[in-house]
């Protein structure tokens, strides 16, 4: 089949992949035939994902703490198992005993590099602001995982274990250089690092980012953003204490290789929301670059649940 014909799918509650070309139905796989029963699929602490890739290929399917399948789609064919951390299993009960302090819904997210290259993973879900016992982010939600797309394999992860931990180190920012040289990535309210993919390395650290409010602590976010292959854009940490709002930052890489804080653009907006009885200052909910018009759009919570945006020139 052509790389541009068009598959959709869903998965039942049963357990089973039905997978669609077009209106016709192209097959159907069981999800979970290595397990005993489906309880799984309907537990609130494992949600299941689907991702399509860009040309149609594959089809990748997750639930819970890093549980993969990949099946290439013009075969029909599952081609690919795998978890993400070996200590996690959902074949027996040993899953009751890990804590994952007060984060449920649990699922892999997939994000591409936009010449489909390689894919990071991680595990995202969602958080209970109520229970405010979070002593520590559990190594699920603050690690990431380099796919390159070709193979199928990992070449590269990183677990923010060098970063102080407060209970809420959840990796939620991701950005791909234009040529997938360079990939972003950031905690809420913590640092910022860049990795070289070719070097596989850690190569600047800059931030914080803004902190978003607990009940989108673990949500992904988009802020920051590259501008072209050496450029990128983020939204930097405010002072909640002190109702300082934060700044854009842009941040290029130098003649010399390295990267370096080149420019404040602006202030972003200061917004109270009231959230579990406490004021947060939520301000950019998410950042996109326009490059016909070279601006940066900032999506931002205008109050009462109402999104608006502002425009700056970049």
Known sequence: MA??????????????????????????LPLFD?????????????????????NNRI?????????????????????KRMKLFPEVSYEDDSYLNIDVQ?????????????????AVIRVRGEYDPQSGTGDFSPVFIRS?????????????????????????????????SPDSRFLVTAAFGYTLKVFDLEQKRQVYCCGG?????????IDHRELAVFLDARTFVFVGKGDMEKERPGDIVKVQRQPDGSWATV?????????????SRRIQKDTIFDIEYEPERQELICYYDSGKNLKDALSYKV
Do not use: H
């Open 3 to 28: 790389d541009t014909e068009k598959y959709s799918a869903e998965l039942w509650e049963d357990g089973t992949i039905l997978v669609r070309e077009g209106q016709e139905e192209r097959l159907r």
């Open 34 to 54: 290595e397990f005993d029963n489906t309880e799984i699929y309907s537990r609130g602490d494992a949600r299941p994902t689907m991702f399509v890739t860009e």
């Open 59 to 79: 089809l990748v399917v997750g639930f819970g703490i890093g549980y993969l399948y990949f099946i290439r789609l013009p075969e029909g064919k599952m081609i």
């Open 102 to 118: 007060d984060y449920y819904f649990l699922g892999p997210r997939l994000d591409f590099s936009r010449d489909g290259k390689y």
């Open 144 to 176: 990431f995982f380099l796919m390159d797309m070709e193979t199928l394999e990992i070449v590269f992860s990183d677990d923010y274990s060098d970063i102080p931990d407060n209970g809420f180190l959840n990796l939620g920012v991701v950005a791909f």
């Open 209 to 217: 980012v803004e902190w978003i409010p607990y009940s989108g602590a």
């Open 263 to 275: 420019q404040r653009i602006a202030t972003v907006p200061l917004i109270k929301t009231c959230y």
